[in-house]
């Protein structure tokens, strides 16, 4: 996407500045929770913008090290080390890559709504409760305890603050975002009102050199891809989710088409030359994907600004970034918080199928007491049961007799696992004539279970010396037909008005 004026440039850069802020503290965050140096989580946020940017499928979207990547690195680094973690990162990337060249990516579009808002809502309460582990201190013993007194004041105070600048300031002025004049007027309130309260730097130095190419330590054999792969696997499947999750929700937000596949692609080269360059790796933020599109920024240089401003800091400007107040931060999440969050789902209440209802919930629950992939799995797995059980009840019967007393039961719905016991039902063998027919010329047979099912009927009819034919079967159905004749002792009935290979006639 091309930038077409000053003004749509300067939106994206200066977007790509706020974003580039509330990386920090997120990387931060995330390397401690994966047992690795700082550095490693920023030279990730760095490396990974500035490449899906680059080469990505989503213009807007932000990506770097993330905790659902995170927490699922921490068992591998404190067993193995942090070079078989890098060995990781490059693999996960190399899979990623692969799912991408092998356009896996639009299956993503089968993600139903319901799970779709269940993962928005339920990672809007897992962006505010993050935020909470900011109003904690250490202990006379050494413990993290929740903040009390003026401290606690102090942050919901500037907090507030920052919150009221950000939703205020587009009443007045649009000429920069709102959310970067928020962390800038609190952050200079802070440090020239010598304001006590936590900053950047009291989670931990951001300085930092480039970062270098340097080649995973590990042993290239048999064992270590025994000990690499399994979470390699993991972190791709969870870093595809999330990434193209966010991006369906950027679609959707700016009326716009991301492209999957090339998202793919993109996030798993950003992965293997990551891991080269000593960062944990990473995949969509939605975070700060919400914070880009919320301030305009639909547009890719967005990312590499983010990213180039990230580098910076490490570079350059450590010193000023460490002073910024945790607060201002702390605010613009909640922000991100609210502006994620589905408000309009409440009114679902009543209005759509109760099981739809209850898919959105078990999405959200699932995805803050566990993490987004296991969250979208099941929310997935539910709703293709509710479809499979709901469409089961569609199959139904009409019965009639031909001239020559032949029985017909004119077949209407899918046969499959599901509707099999229902299919069963709608026949009284004992009751039949001697000849019975089974008319498909309304129904499908769709998978092994259905095939088992007919075979069954037929051996019903077949034990009271009665015969079951089959009538105008679709090509598919006698194709699965054809290959379990073995198996199913039926006759294909040859009608002179239909062929049964042929449905195109009936």
Not at 169 to 175: A, D, F, M, R, S
Not at 345 to 372: E, Q
Not at 432 to 459: G, T, Y
Request: hydrophobic share 55%; charged share 15%.
């Amino acid at each position: 996407m091309k930038i077409q004026n000053f003004p749509e440039l300067k939106t994206n850069i200066l977007s790509g500045l706020t974003v580039a802020l509330a990386l920090v503290p997120e990387a931060i965050a995330f390397a401690l929770v994966a047992q690795v140096h700082p550095l490693v989580g920023l030279y990730a946020a760095f490396l990974v913008s500035l490449i899906t940017s680059l080469i990505g499928g989503r213009p807007g979207m932000i990506s770097g090290a993330t905790g659902a990547l995170a927490v699922v690195m921490v068992a591998l680094v404190v067993q193995h080390g942090v070079e078989y973690l890098f060995a990781t990162v490059v693999l996960m990337g190399v899979l990623q890559i692969i799912f991408g060249l092998a356009k896996f990516g639009k299956f993503i579009r089968m993600v139903p709504h319901p799970v779709m808002l269940g993962f928005v809502n339920g990672l809007a309460i897992v962006i505010f409760l993050a935020q909470l582990n900011h109003f904690k201190v250490a202990g006379p013993d050494g413990s993290m305890v929740w903040m009390q007194g003026a401290p606690l004041y102090t942050m919901l105070g500037l907090i507030a603050l920052t919150l009221l600048i950000i939703y205020l300031l587009p009443l007045l002025t649009k000429i920069i975002p709102s959310t970067l004049a928020g962390i800038a007027a609190v952050s200079a309130l802070v440090i020239f009102a010598g304001v006590d309260t936590k900053t950047v730097g009291d989670l931990a130095s951001i300085k930092g050199s480039l970062p270098a190419f340097h080649l995973p330590d590990v042993p290239l054999n048999w064992e270590t891809m025994k000990i690499i792969f399994p979470y390699s696997l993991i972190l791709a499947g969870i870093g595809l989710i999330e990434s193209l999750l966010t991006l369906n929700l950027i679609d959707d937000m700016t009326q716009t088409r991301g492209k999957p596949n090339r998202a793919s692609v993109g996030q798993g080269v950003a992965n293997v030359v990551t891991g080269f360059f000593g960062g944990m790796g990473g995949c969509a933020m939605i975070g700060q994907s919400m914070i880009n599109v919320t301030n305009g920024a639909v547009k890719n240089i967005s990312g590499i600004a983010a990213a180039l401003f990230l580098l910076s800091f490490i570079l350059f400007a450590s010193e000023w970034i460490e002073m910024i107040p945790l607060a201002a931060l702390i605010g613009l999440m909640f922000m991100v918080s609210e502006k994620t969050f589905e408000w309009g789902s409440f009114r679902l209440f009543g209005k759509v199928p109760t099981p739809d209802v209850i898919v959105v919930i078990t999405v959200a629950v699932v995805t803050v007491l566990t993490d987004l992939a296991v969250a979208v799995i099941v929310g997935v797995i539910i709703s293709a049961l509710v479809f499979a059980w709901e469409h089961a009840k569609q199959i139904e019967v009409r019965i009639s007799t031909e001239e020559h007393g032949w029985k017909v039961y004119d077949l209407h719905g899918s046969l499959f696992f599901a509707s099999t016991q229902n299919f069963m039902a709608l026949f009284s063998p004992k009751l039949d004539p001697d000849e019975v027919v089974i008319d498909f010329k309304n129904a499908r047979v769709k998978d092994h279970s259905a095939l088992e099912a007919i075979d069954l009927l037929a051996e019903r009819y077949s034990n009271l010396g009665k015969k079951l034919h089959l009538r105008h079967l679709s090509p598919d159905c006698l194709e699965l037909l054809e290959k379990a004749r073995g198996m199913i002792e039926v006759n294909v009935l040859e009608d002179p008005l239909y062929h049964p290979a042929d449905n195109r006639l009936g």
